[in-house]
């Protein structure tokens, strides 16, 4: 009796053991969280606009500003409206008017293919400019005067690169062999060996509800193509360091940047960066979170 409970016990930690390791991947909303119910309308009314400065719209799922009283009447109050791009859509036509609208000046941010609050805003700037109905939704001959007054965008104003974060000055711990060196502070990874830094990278971390531990750990196992099976999100080029919380590329955070978070996983932008890197580091490697 005594060994068949202390084999229970042994199923039972490594059964917890391989789900944890299967649990990170980028962070939904609210809305999209399997263990959490969807929000209220009241409550997603009350969704604070990403900064300024951010690099992308909200995502699908992040409920935009409620109306005032003298805003114009969404796309869906207006059956006459026949929308060509809308909030919500994602599309590689969406990115090239996000970067029509930023040669205008009327969209701050880089292209991201997704119509989200941001690029609502730009619409209706450009409508009201142009003495369009105001409605936020791109039809006919809103996307008609779009074209007229800008150019066809390049290559490089639909596909900006993503600006680079300065690493910080290496932790201690990071100073001896072969190291993840990973720092919440500057956002970045520096992979070092021996004390060099071979290649940065920047990365983001977990949310306040689903943080990144910090501590010295190593990689356990490796995973060209990973998906999580708890959130189904893809974790391609993931290297295991504290149960299910790995290093890996994150095309969320390539496209909304600092706008999202992952559940604990530290995400990487620059898939190419982390494809070499992930070629490079064994199993053992030592890994350092730290602030």
């Not at 039972?12 to 939904?28: I, M, R």
């Not at 409620?66 to 969404?74: D, G, N, R, T």
């Not at 991201?112 to 941001?118: A, E, I, R, V, W």
Request: hydrophobic share 35%; charged share 20%; net charge positive.
């Amino acid at each position: 009796m005594h060994r068949q409970r202390v084999a229970l016990r042994t199923l039972g930690v490594v059964t917890a053991v391989a789900l944890a390791a299967t649990a990170c991947g980028a962070e939904k909303p609210d809305a999209e969280r399997p263990a959490s119910p969807a929000p209220s309308a009241s409550a997603a009314g009350s969704t604070p606009e990403p900064s300024a400065s951010a690099s992308a719209d909200a995502k699908p799922g992040e409920a935009s500003p409620s109306p005032s009283a003298s805003q114009s009447p969404s796309p869906s109050a207006s059956p006459s409206v026949k929308a060509i791009m809308s909030n919500g859509d994602e599309s590689e036509q969406v990115r090239e008017l996000q970067a029509r609208l930023k040669q205008l000046d009327l969209l701050k941010t880089d292209p991201t293919g997704f119509y989200g609050s941001k690029t609502t805003a730009a619409v209706k700037a450009f409508q009201n400019k142009h003495h369009l109905t105001a409605h936020g939704a791109v039809d006919q001959a809103t996307w008609k005067k779009v074209q007229e007054v800008t150019k066809k965008p390049t290559d490089k104003e639909l596909n900006p690169p993503a600006p680079v974060n300065q690493a910080d000055a290496p932790d201690p711990r990071c100073m001896q062999g072969r190291v993840m060196c990973i720092s919440k502070e500057s956002r970045t990874l520096a992979w070092m060996i021996d004390g060099k830094v071979v290649s940065t990278m920047d990365v983001r971390f977990g949310s306040e509800n689903t943080p990144t531990r910090e501590g010295v750990f190593n990689v356990g196992w490796k995973a060209k193509d990973w998906t999580s099976t708890i959130y189904h999100t893809p974790m391609p080029y993931a290297m295991f360091f504290s149960g299910g919380q790995a290093v890996h590329y994150s095309a969320d955070f390539a496209a909304r940047g600092y706008n999202g978070a992952s559940h604990g996983c530290v995400n990487v932008r620059d898939k190419g960066k982390i494809a070499a890197l992930f070629d490079q580091v064994n199993v053992g490697d030592k890994v350092v979170v730290y602030w």
